[in-house]
């Protein structure tokens, strides 16, 4: 069964601390994607990897920062943290373009304020 | 870039109603999605369909391309039905763009 875990469900932190949000997809999927989820702006994609070590910016990347070491590990990084970046994260993989009717696959958020 | 826009923004049913949620696109797609958000946050694939109409159990879409709009309908409601759809179009290589979701609550 398709498997997508973050690292915490529910996380507090401080204004301009170092956040880490952790994604681990067992499916062996090349791309993998982080959004942010806002009420009334669905969901935003901030950056996503095509390929171990390799990233690209999506729609909303100021203030974040990722690391894809291995190919099961995508990891998003807020290096100082704001309170409007207070939001749900979500993280998703999906395989390579090998069909059209791929979709991508979720994992179950996290939940981040920052104070 | 393709704006998408969902309508309505929310939706109060009784157990047993039927209802269609509609998606408007402002350009031509390959790819469009209708994905499930349960009230726990998990987001699951409903459909995939660019054109025609698809149907899997209670729920069925339908996308008019040449008129860039989709439908989601929804018969015989179940309160496990509640949560957030959302319409999702390709918007780049590997970019999926969202609309900001309908939500649907659904009382018995």
């Known amino acids: 069964d398709v498997k997508v875990t973050q690292s915490s469900r529910y996380l507090v932190k401080r204004t301009g601390e170092k956040v880490f949000l952790e994604c681990v997809q067992d499916m062996d999927h090349e791309n993998m994607f982080w959004y942010r989820q806002d009420p009334g702006l669905g969901l935003r994609l901030i950056y996503f990897s095509y390929d171990v070590k390799m990233k690209e910016k999506g729609d909303i990347p100021e203030g974040y920062s990722v690391s894809r070491e291995k190919k099961e590990r995508f990891s998003l990084i807020l290096e100082s943290a704001s309170t409007n970046q207070t939001s749900m994260y979500l993280c998703a993989s999906k395989p390579l373009a090998e069909s059209s009717t791929d979709t991508q696959y979720f994992g179950p958020g996290t939940r981040l304020t920052v104070l | 870039g393709i704006q998408v826009e969902q309508s309505p923004p929310d939706l109060i049913l009784q157990e047993g109603a039927n209802s269609t949620l509609r998606c408007n696109f402002s350009?031509?797609?390959?790819?469009l999605q209708w994905f499930h958000q349960n009230p726990w946050g998990q987001l699951i694939n409903l459909f995939y369909?660019?054109?025609g109409t698809k149907q899997n159990g209670r729920l069925s879409a339908t996308t008019v391309a040449t008129e860039r709009y989709s439908l989601l309908y929804i018969s015989s409601s179940q309160t496990t039905d509640s949560g957030v759809y959302f319409c999702a179009v390709e918007g780049g290589y590997n970019k999926l763009i969202f609309g900001a979701g309908t939500r649907l609550a659904v009382h018995p």
């Open positions: 369909i660019p054109s």
């Open positions: 350009d031509s797609v390959n790819n």
